[in-house]
């Protein structure tokens, strides 16, 4: 790690400068678990804003959270043939119990499909009782044998939805439903923008009829899938026997969706948002959107200002305009430390917004306001405090969303593009490159091996170029799909 001032910059080493910044920032620290995290108050209140909010939109669509066992019979696996052949080699299985070999294995929750499908199974018996709509927060163990604290660990926190619907129509609506929910809170919340489509046969989910995808670029590029929704056809439903009496009077099987969203995404903001100082986080997100920062050299001064400061903070923590929550606001009141060292404190943890306050501003009423994401200070009269903070938090909030997907679009690839310059940009700068592809799951194979790039999804049709190219990148043979190929998280 670099001094105890400065992090490695971007340039020099992302990965280093991502784990420096994850550390130093006190979103998470490792555990004595290898693979596991310990998720800090930092870490986990931004969590907690990622949960409300998808939360009330899950609930605004109809599903109810409910709560399901961390162990799975090592029976229940098997029964879907794809399902245990994906996820095997990550199980953690429990052998074990009250010193005893168990006489089935215990699996623990890599996923919960087949443990909530035995159950709906017990639940649902004619067409009435369907819909059933069902999330579920929680956390899941996969075996991971390369760890990052965020993107990939060995247990993690998420939320599964689950439902059971009467036709395939219907369960193919709520995957797609629930995919514009994700794009809609990484972009409104987490100033995210993120491009959806299919997965290809290789890259679904195992036992998925259809996997659907959130794709977002990060600073170093890369992709990350940001969130994913599955349409599971009767695959789950034949395995547990989740039937029910149609409208005719006849016996079928119900279809199933499912669909996800983990911590991960703290990993994302952290890479989409950050800079050399440390993080930037967007306001809607961000545990305190505001810090007050006294400045005092004599006692006296130090009880004017901090008393100002509080009295601010009161203010505006009991105020809410419509449309608008209550602004999150702190005071750092500590002693014995310089404002400068506040002020790296705080930037270092990504508070969009700081005001200082020192003896000249209260004889103003105002104080300096400084923005984390551009710098740009300001004096602010306290009486406007009120109504011109919520304006420029939402301010800080569309302008991170314009810059990241001004990224985006300069670092996406389109056009007639040969396999060698397609090697080229995954060897140089990186980006997102849209190609022709025949369809050949041997040809995906060939470039996964060949460049580490995969084919991050098959974009919907408002992500598709103008002009698509008709042939394949690899080959030259007809193109069956444009696709989005790039090295990923």
């Not at 290789?202 to 995808?213: D, S």
């Not at 419509?322 to 943890?349: C, F, M, Q, T």
């Not at 740009?376 to 991170?400: G, H, N």
């Not at 810059?403 to 985006?408: F, I, K, P, Q, V």
Request: one cysteine or more; aromatic letters at 10%; glycine letters at 6%.
């Amino acid at each position: 790690m670099s001094d105890d001032k400065k992090l490695t910059t971007r340039a020099d080493n992302f990965s280093d400068w991502y784990n420096e910044l994850v550390l130093r920032s006190e979103l998470a620290d490792y555990s004595p678990v290898r693979g596991c995290m310990v998720i800090r108050p930092w870490g986990y209140g931004i969590w907690e804003r990622m949960q409300r909010a998808l939360d009330d939109m899950f609930k605004a669509t109809g599903h109810v959270n409910a709560y399901f066992p961390l162990f799975i019979p090592e029976s229940f696996l098997s029964k879907e043939a794809e399902h245990v052949e994906g996820f095997a080699p990550e199980c953690a299985v429990v052998t074990m119990g009250g010193g005893k070999q168990l006489e089935e294995r215990l699996v623990v929750r890599p996923t919960s499909e087949t443990i909530i499908y035995s159950m709906f199974a017990k639940w649902v018996q004619s067409y009435r009782d369907l819909p059933l709509l069902y999330n579920q927060w929680a956390n899941v163990v996969r075996w991971e044998m390369r760890t990052r604290l965020f993107l990939r660990t060995m247990e993690f926190l998420w939320q599964e939805g689950h439902t059971a619907h009467a036709t395939h129509d219907e369960a193919e609506e709520e995957t797609r439903r629930m995919l514009g929910v994700y794009r809609t809170f990484m972009e409104e919340y987490m100033a995210m923008p993120v491009i959806t489509g299919q997965k290809t046969d290789a890259e679904k989910f195992a036992g998925a009829l259809r996997t659907y995808c959130t794709e977002a670029m990060m600073q170093d590029n890369k992709a990350l899938q940001a969130g994913t929704s599955h349409n599971l056809g009767q695959n789950f439903a034949k395995a547990f026997d989740l039937t029910f009496q149609n409208e005719a009077g006849q016996q079928d099987h119900a279809w199933n969706t499912s669909w996800g969203v983990s911590t991960r995404m703290i990993g994302g903001l952290v890479m989409t948002h950050s800079d050399d100082a440390g993080l930037r986080l967007p306001p809607r997100l961000a545990p305190t959107q505001m810090v007050i920062v006294p400045i005092w050299k004599t006692d006296e001064e130090r009880a004017a200002t901090i008393e100002a400061a509080k009295r601010i903070a009161e203010d505006l923590g009991s105020f809410k305009r419509p449309d608008h929550e209550r602004i999150r606001v702190h005071v750092d009141e500590r002693v014995g430390i310089k404002p400068g060292a506040k002020y790296y404190h705080w930037e270092l943890r990504g508070v969009p917004l700081r005001m200082e306050i020192g003896p000249r501003d209260l004889a103003s009423s105002s104080g300096m306001l400084v923005r984390r994401d551009t710098r740009e200070k300001r004096s602010i009269a306290f009486d406007v405090l009120r109504t011109e903070l919520p304006v420029i938090l939402d301010t800080i909030q569309a302008d991170m969303l314009a810059a990241a997907r001004e990224r985006l679009e300069a670092n996406s690839h389109r056009g007639d593009i040969t396999y060698d310059r397609f090697k080229e940009i995954m060897d140089g700068p990186g980006g997102f490159v849209y190609a022709g592809w025949n369809g050949d799951p041997a040809v995906e194979q060939r470039v996964k091996e060949e460049t580490k790039a995969t084919i991050r999804c098959i974009p919907d049709a408002e992500f598709r170029s103008p002009n698509a190219p008709t042939t394949c990148m690899v080959t030259g043979e007809p193109a069956k799909y444009e696709v989005i190929w790039a090295r990923s998280y």
